[in-house]
């Protein structure tokens, strides 16, 4: 795989740990959908 694509899933398994981390940690399921908006907004920018 090239560097880019290995950054974009590095990226989103980070993110996804972010997630779930503080979904669990704060209970916060209903409000932890931010994270996945800012990184559909990082997304859409970086390509």
Do not use: E
């Amino acid at each position: 795989m090239d560097k880019k694509r290995t950054m974009n899933w590095i990226t989103a398994i980070i993110v996804a740990i972010g997630y779930l981390t503080i979904s669990i940690v704060l209970d916060a399921w209903t409000y932890s959908w931010i994270i996945w908006v800012i990184y559909a907004i990082y997304r859409f920018v970086a390509k």
